[in-house]
C-alpha cells in the first residue's frame, strides 16, 4: 500500500538490532513511526495497541522473540520471550502461533546462530503473511467482480473494524479485495463503520481508503442495517477471527 506515493509495510527491520512499526494510536491525525529495540518494546507496543490487528500482532511478537534472542540467545531466554509476550494478548491468536513457531525455528539452531537466524525466521514469517492476503484479495476480487457485473450502479461494500494493512504486514485481509478492485477500475464505494468504542473505522480503515483513493464515507455502527434495508448496501467485507471447517465464521463485535 502506499502513503502519499511512498509504499510502507507495516513493520520492517532496521539492521540486525531494531524494528520500525507504524504507531497506529497517532492516526489518523499524525502519521509517526516507532523504533523497537527489544523485547519489552515489543510487548509494549501490542499491549498499548500501538500496532494491533492479529497479523500484524503475530509478526510483532516474532520479531520481539528475534530482539530478545539479539541480547540473550539462551533458551531461557527463548522461553521468557514467549511467555511475556503471550500474556499482551491472550486473546490474540496470531501471536501465540508466531511465538510457537519462532521456538520450534530455533530449538535447533546453536545459540550463537540464534540471533540471525531469528531474524530471518520473522522476515519469512511477514513475507508470507504478505503472500497470504494477496490470495485473499485475489480471491475476493473474482466476489466483486461479478457482483459489479450484475449492478447497473456501483457497488457499495460495509465493512467493520479495521482489516486493511495496517491489521497485516500489507495488502490487509477483508479489504485487500476492495484494493484490488479499485485499481482494477470497478466502480465501487465503501461504508465504513465507525467500530466503536476505539472507531478502528473511523480512524484507521478511513485514513487506509482515503490514501489509496477509495471512495469511502464513514457511518456510525447502527447505520448498517439501515442502509440494508434501503438496498445500499451490495457486499458485507469483515475480517474474521475464527473460521470453522463449514465456513460459519466469528469475530468479536462488541454491543454498542
Known sequence: ????????????????????????????????????????????????????????IGATAAYGVALAIQSDPSDQCLERASQTLAATRPTAHNLAWAAARMRRALASVAPSERADAAFREAAVLCDE????????GSHGLKIIREAAASSSRRLNILTHCNAGWLACVDFGTALAPVYLAHD????????????RPRNQGASLTAFELGAHGVPHTVIADNLGGHLMQRREVDLVLVGSDRTTSTGTCATKWAPT
Not at 509504499?7 to 502519521?31: H, K, M, N
Open 1 to 56: 500500500m502506499k502513503i502519499s506515493g511512498t509504499p510502507y509495510r507495516t513493520i520492517w527491520p532496521i539492521g540486525t538490532a531494531c524494528v520500525r512499526v507504524i504507531d497506529q494510536s497517532r492516526l489518523p491525525f499524525e502519521f509517526a513511526t516507532v523504533d523497537l529495540t527489544s523485547l519489552e518494546d515489543a510487548a509494549r507496543a501490542i499491549e498499548t495497541m500501538v500496532v494491533r490487528g492479529a497479523p500484524l
Open 184 to 195: 482494477a477500475g470497478i466502480p465501487i464505494h465503501v461504508w465504513v463503520d465507525e467500530t
Open 129 to 136: 503473511n504478505v503472500e497470504q492476503c494477496r490470495s485473499i
